[in-house]
């Protein structure tokens, strides 16, 4: 399976503050993916991340909140905006390979808001 | 609203026992199932995955599929305290290569 790194590993912040979680695989995907698990909770899809056009969005998950970009078929951002103590969580990327697009996830960022 | 559910737990099983987790899901158009360990404080990570009805074998896991039942089970032989985690079963009814993840469930494998 690919190999996954996420930017940062964890980071405490303030809120009203942005952050960006970045996304990198070591060969070309098509399927990327970022998930927020809260404490003690299952993963949440936030979107999809498509390369070359817009991210698909989850019910619930809106752009302006969670912009998502993706450059090339190999690296992603997540930028959680304007944020609250409630976006504390892990937040995962995954990628889809093989004839299911079986997911893997990244290591996740674990974002702490004060 | 496409569900995929799983008891919390914890389950505990004594060193060496068999465990089963057990999963069921909504969607009866879902096609494929995942299972996934996830240590605390980890990413998860893939076990195994099936898409035919029936038992696959991987090791000391197995998984089972029932489509009639909607029913999704992962088995461990012979369990070892390392296999302590948190395990997620995840189906494919988000549509578009998206997953649906249950709660997980808890498992304890006691010395």
């Known amino acids: 399976s690919a190999v996954i790194s996420q930017k940062p590993s964890r980071d405490i912040c303030q809120r009203g503050t942005s952050l960006t979680i970045q996304c990198q695989v070591d060969?070309?995907?098509?399927?990327m993916f970022w998930y927020r698990q809260q404490p003690g909770q299952s993963l949440t899809l936030i979107a999809t991340?498509?390369?070359?056009?817009?991210?698909?969005?989850e019910s619930g998950f809106v752009i302006d909140k969670f912009p998502i970009s993706r450059p090339n078929l190999t690296f992603s951002t997540l930028t959680v905006s304007n944020m609250s103590p409630e976006d504390s969580s892990i937040y995962l990327c995954?990628?889809?390979?093989?004839?299911?697009?079986?997911?893997?996830f990244g290591p996740g960022t674990r974002l702490l808001v004060l | 609203q496409k569900e995929v559910e799983q008891n919390s737990g914890p389950l505990s099983v004594p060193e060496g026992a068999i465990a089963s987790l057990n999963c069921t899901y909504s969607?009866?158009?879902?096609?494929?199932f995942f299972w996934y360990r996830q240590y605390s404080g980890k990413s998860p990570e893939l076990i195994m995955f099936?898409?035919?009805?029936g038992d696959k074998e991987d090791g000391r896991f197995t998984a089972q599929l029932n489509k009639a039942s909607q029913y999704v089970s992962l088995l461990i032989r012979d369990s070892q305290p390392s296999d302590s985690a948190t395990y997620l079963c995840?189906?494919?009814?988000?549509?578009?290569?998206?997953?649906?993840f249950g709660t997980g469930t808890q498992l304890k494998v006691e010395l």
């Open positions: 995954s990628v889809g390979q093989g004839i299911f697009e079986t997911q893997y």
């Open positions: 060969s070309q995907v098509t399927m």
């Open positions: 991340a498509n390369q070359g056009s817009e991210a698909t969005y």
């Open positions: 969607d009866r158009g879902s096609q494929s």
């Open positions: 099936i898409y035919s009805n």
């Open positions: 995840a189906s494919d009814s988000g549509g578009g290569n998206k997953l649906t």
